[in-house]
Every structure is written in structure tokens, then in C-alpha cells.
């Protein structure tokens, strides 16, 4: 996502659930092309302008949602409650001390806990699915691991479901 063609964030995830027959809205606190800062090169910092412009025209043509606002808790919730899966964009750090941008849902929530699932296995130092579903985080580190970035953090969210 930092050096990609910028495919995997929120805005081409929301179009990719569309797509596949989702509804989906999408929630970013900024606006413009994503994670530009982070290429040096000039060219690839206008093809990650190039393709962000490509996703908002495509998402015009749908029914998405985009939202400039980060996702609040309470929207988590009620994406939940009415069985829609927040997927949410975090920084590693409080997981495995790597400060990497990576997407995991938000499985359930209660007073505590948010409850993540994430994707991400490492079969190579013995992790299973079951290592990775349910984990749960205190609401107060996970308002920080959903954030990345230090200057202006960055925090993104899509939600997807039901069906179209």
C-alpha cells in the first residue's frame, strides 16, 4: 500500500465489494491521493494521483458512500448490529512492533473489547486461523492502533454488507 499502485486502500477496497455485489461505504480522514508522502519519486507519486482520481470517478458510478470523517466506534457498532463488517485500516506497532498499514475486521465489540480478526498468518512460525480470529484489544489501544501515521495520522475504515 505504501509503494503500490494504491489498489489496497480504502478506496479500492469499497470498489472491489461493490463489485462483487456489496454495498459498501468507505470512511477516510483525508482527502486526496493516499500515502503520496511516502514515494520520493515524482512519477509514482502521479500515478498514485492518477489511479485515486481512476477510484473517485469509479466510485461516482456506484452507489459507495465516502465519507470524509474518520469511523467513530459508535458507527462500528451499529455496522455490526445491522450485520455489516467494518473493515478497518490500523498500524501494526501494537500488535508486532512494525509500523506497517494493514487491514483487519472488526469481528464484535462490547464495553472492554474491540474484537479483530486478522487475516495475516504466519504458517511459518506455526500461527493457525484460530490464532488470529476473536483477539482482543482494549477500546483505548485500538483508537490508537487505528490510526497510521504521526503528523496528520491517517485512519480509514470501508464497511461492507449486505448484499446488493
Not at 19 to 41: C, M, P, Q, W
Not at 106 to 125: G, K, N, R, S, W
Request: glycine share 10%; with cysteine.
Amino acid at each position: 500500500m505504501l509503494a503500490g499502485h494504491g489498489g489496497c486502500g480504502p478506496h479500492g477496497l469499497a470498489l472491489a465489494a461493490w463489485h462483487r455485489g456489496f454495498h459498501a461505504s468507505a470512511y477516510i480522514s483525508k482527502e486526496g491521493a493516499l500515502f503520496k508522502d511516502t514515494v520520493r519519486n515524482d512519477d509514482k507519486k502521479r500515478v498514485l494521483e492518477l489511479v485515486h482520481e481512476g477510484f473517485l470517478y469509479d466510485i461516482g458510478q456506484t452507489g459507495i458512500e465516502l465519507h470524509h470523517d474518520p469511523l467513530t466506534l459508535d458507527g462500528m457498532e451499529a455496522a455490526l448490529h445491522d450485520g455489516r463488517v467494518p473493515v478497518i485500516l490500523i498500524s501494526t506497532w501494537q500488535l508486532n512492533r512494525s509500523r506497517v498499514p494493514h487491514w483487519v475486521t472488526v469481528c464484535a465489540m462490547d464495553d472492554q473489547f474491540v474484537y479483530l480478526h486478522d487475516p495475516e498468518i504466519d504458517t511459518d512460525v506455526g500461527e493457525t486461523v484460530a490464532d488470529k480470529q476473536y483477539l482482543p484489544v482494549d477500546r483505548r489501544v485500538f483508537d490508537r492502533m487505528s490510526r497510521y501515521g504521526k503528523i496528520q495520522p491517517l485512519q480509514a475504515a470501508v464497511i461492507v454488507g449486505p448484499r446488493r
